[in-house]
């Protein structure tokens, strides 16, 4: 396939979106809306007794506070996937880690959104200073790494889950 014509049609903070026509093998031709994203990471962040996990709220499903792994958008200009890994850490739980490890890679929903995921394993933490983004309101929720049966159970998030799941299967 081929795109062979694009318009944006809204830009926003956290995404735009755009109309692109595509022309196939066989001559045909569709227009597809495509929700424009920069991609986001999450950490799996560990230390053999806790899982460093997070709670904050998600207007966007009408939710005061959903658990999930620490994670953020790629918004600053050049900064690649684990340096943003490294930064979310640090601003949203107060960890830094020696190890990283790429677990996996995957798209949010590729039929409509080109958003990219890179999930990370951060393992021989260390505490550092804390310093939230003043605009979230997050609450650290440390769990018990002997019960992430019990955060897979209570988790909603996509993101979350398919790290906590690697993860259980990485411990096994």
Same mark, same amino acid.
């Given at each position: 396939?081929?795109?062979?014509?694009?318009?944006? /049609? *809204?830009?926003?903070?956290?995404?735009s979106v755009?109309?692109?026509?595509?022309? *196939?093998?066989d001559?045909?031709?569709?227009?597809?809306? &495509?929700?424009a994203?920069?991609?986001?990471?999450?950490? /799996?962040?560990?230390d053999?007794?806790?899982?460093?996990?997070?709670?904050?709220?998600r207007?966007?499903?009408?939710?005061?506070a959903?658990?999930e792994?620490?994670?953020?958008?790629l =918004?600053v200009?050049g900064?690649?996937?684990?340096d #943003?890994?490294?930064?979310?850490l640090?601003?949203? &739980?107060?960890?830094?880690?020696?190890r990283?490890?790429?677990?996996?890679?995957?798209?949010?929903?590729?039929?409509?959104?080109?958003?990219?995921v890179?999930?990370?394993?951060?393992?021989d933490?260390?505490?550092?200073?804390?310093?939230? =983004?003043?605009?979230e %309101?997050?609450? /650290?929720?440390?769990?018990?790494?002997? =019960?992430l049966?019990?955060?897979?159970?209570? #988790?909603?998030?996509?993101?979350?889950?398919?790290?906590?799941l690697v993860? %259980?299967?990485?411990?096994?």
């Amino acid at each position: 396939m081929e795109r062979i014509g694009s318009k944006t /049609v *809204y830009e926003g903070t956290i995404a735009s979106v755009r109309i692109d026509r595509f022309r *196939y093998g066989d001559g045909s031709e569709a227009d597809r809306e &495509v929700v424009a994203h920069p991609g986001a990471v999450a950490v /799996v962040a560990h230390d053999d007794v806790h899982i460093y996990l997070v709670r904050q709220p998600r207007e966007a499903v009408g939710e005061e506070a959903t658990l999930e792994l620490p994670a953020g958008k790629l =918004d600053v200009p050049g900064e690649a996937p684990l340096d #943003c890994a490294r930064r979310e850490l640090a601003e949203e &739980v107060g960890l830094e880690a020696s190890r990283w490890t790429e677990l996996k890679r995957f798209y949010t929903s590729p039929g409509f959104a080109e958003e990219q995921v890179t999930v990370y394993l951060a393992t021989d933490l260390r505490w550092v200073e804390h310093r939230p =983004d003043p605009d979230e %309101r997050i609450e /650290v929720a440390p769990w018990p790494l002997d =019960d992430l049966d019990g955060a897979i159970a209570e #988790c909603d998030d996509a993101k979350s889950l398919i790290g906590m799941l690697v993860l %259980r299967d990485i411990l096994r």
